[in-house]
């Protein structure tokens, strides 16, 4: 349960918040796998997260619903970006909004590329047809860990995927967020590993809800 100094804000982000979560995603993702294999070097690894992170909230496209969880002083502590029903893949113009950002942050490790697109073509042909839910990013501040954050977001987002009564899917490359999302009736579905020495990545999908009377 969500405690009394957090709330859930569905207000647009502007500029200094866009700079606030995507310094958040920095220190949440610090210690993620993936990003810790593509970008070995501790401010390489910062920097590109950063902006990966940037950009994607900058320009999350059509059909995309962001939910922060914010404390007392309106800080963000914990963030969700979901792609609604029929709006994965992003549109071409979101795409090559999303492009300069991206090619930014792998300008020192050109290798991060390439890793980035050999998981995209192993995941791609998974995606799910069947209508539902994307998640693209949860997050939330490692200093708020324990105290609902994330619970709050999911089962924000899952009780509006419930209502439209679609799926829901997601992507991840550590291990220990499968059993995580498994709370939320998410189960395994496939486990890849695009790139040999890189972590695996796990696809998730959650079943529509049954449809009650």
């Known amino acids: 349960m969500l405690g009394p100094d957090y ?35 501790e401010r390489q690894r910062a920097r590109g997260v950063r902006i990966i992170h940037h950009t994607a909230f ?10 922060t969880v914010r404390d007392s002083q309106d800080r963000i502590v914990g963030l969700s970006l979901w792609l609604t029903t029929g709006h994965y893949p992003q549109s071409a113009t979101t795409q090559l909004a ?29 995606h799910p047809k069947e209508p539902h839910w994307y998640l693209s990013v949860l997050m939330a501040d490692p200093a708020v860990h324990g105290q609902g954050v994330g ?21 991840t490359n550590n291990e220990s967020n499968v059993h995580y999302y498994a709370r939320f ?23 529509p809800a049954a449809p009650t009377e």
């Open 7 to 41: 709330r859930i804000d569905d207000r647009r982000l502007r500029r200094d918040e866009l700079r606030d979560a995507s310094a958040l995603a920095c220190r949440a993702f610090d210690d993620g796998p993936y990003f810790r294999f593509v970008f070995s070097d």
């Open 58 to 67: 900058a320009h999350p496209g059509r059909g995309s619903r962001i939910r």
């Open 98 to 126: 999303q492009l300069p950002g991206a090619l930014r942050s792998c300008y020192f490790r050109p290798s991060v590329l390439k890793t980035g697109l050999a998981y995209a073509r192993a995941t791609e042909p998974l």
């Open 151 to 171: 619970t709050a977001l999911m089962e924000e987002a899952l009780a509006a995927v419930d209502h439209e009564g679609v799926g829901a899917y997601l992507e």
């Open 185 to 207: 009736n998410f189960h395994l579905r496939e486990t890849l590993r695009p790139v040999p020495e890189a972590p695996a990545r796990y696809t998730l999908w959650r079943e």
